[in-house]
T-cell receptor, first 120, second 113 residues
Framework: AQTVTQSQPEMSVQEAETVTLSCTYD???????LFWYKQPPSRQMILVIR??????QNATENRFSVNFQKAAKSFSLKISDSQLGDAAMYFC?????????????????FGTGTRLKVLA | DGGITQSPKYLFRKEGQNVTLSCEQN?????MYWYRQDPGQGLRLIYY???????QKGDIAEGYSVSREKKESFPLTVTSAQKNPTAFYLC????????????FGPGTRLTVT
């Protein structure tokens, strides 16, 4: 079974600085998708960025970028020029490219989250 | 605007009572999911469904039940058999196949006393 591990329960960053959140995963599959979700105090989950495992190029979305190391099974999120609005829980998630054998449905596996504090 | 709605935002119940959480989507998504979120435990999958009248148990299905009578709706019932029902519940949906992003509702905070 696949697992996702976020080893940093909490991180802090000074406003305008850069911070990196760590995520590692375990899988025997070669084709899958990885995601970072943000959950602000409103608790609405928002997709930040996604990465296809077959792509070597790291995904980038404005101030957010990932460092995807497939062999190491590592998927870290870098937030540049941190803003107060970036303060939130961040969840790393994994989804297999292959659906459930019986139902064809795709399951998403989430890490336990990292709480990011942004200091003014 | 398309999206997922969950109601109510806060729900209070007495121990021993069943309670149903609503989840509706107008995104025309095939798959729908229910997650439970507790502090320090991330999101844990309760039930998921790909098509109408079909659903599968997730990792923590005991004490919960669901139905999928319409594509747009996936209500979750928290039964009295659930030992620790107080939690934040999130509903999500996604397209199947090549489109793989999950969209989430705003969540329902259930408190059972």
């Amino acid at each position: 079974a696949q697992t996702v591990t976020q080893s940093q329960p909490e991180m802090s960053v000074q406003e305008a600085e850069t911070v990196t959140l760590s995520c590692t995963y375990d899988t025997s599959e070669s084709d899958y998708y990885l995601f970072w979700y943000k959950q602000p105090p409103s608790r609405q989950m928002i997709l930040v960025i996604r990465q296809e495992a077959y792509k070597q190029q790291n995904a980038t979305e404005n101030r957010f970028s990932v460092n995807f190391q497939k062999a190491a099974k590592s998927f870290s999120l870098k937030i540049s020029d941190s803003q107060l609005g970036d303060a939130a829980m961040y969840f790393c998630a994994y989804r297999s490219a292959y659906g459930d054998v019986l139902s064809g449905t795709y399951k998403y596996i989430f890490g336990t989250g990292t709480r990011l504090k942004v200091l003014a | 605007d398309g999206g997922i709605t969950q109601s109510p935002k806060y729900l209070f119940r007495k121990e021993g009572q069943n309670v149903t959480l609503s989840c509706e989507q107008n995104l025309n998504h095939d798959a729908m999911y229910w997650y439970r979120q507790d502090p320090g435990q991330g999101l844990r999958l309760i039930y998921y469904s790909q098509i109408v009248n079909d659903f599968q148990k997730g990792d923590i299905a005991e004490g919960y039940s669901v139905s999928r009578e319409k594509k747009e709706s996936f209500p979750l019932t928290v039964t009295s058999a659930q030992k620790n029902p107080t939690a934040f519940y999130l509903c999500a949906s996604s397209l199947q196949g090549n489109s793989y992003e999950q969209y989430f509702g705003p969540g329902t905070r259930l408190t059972v006393t």
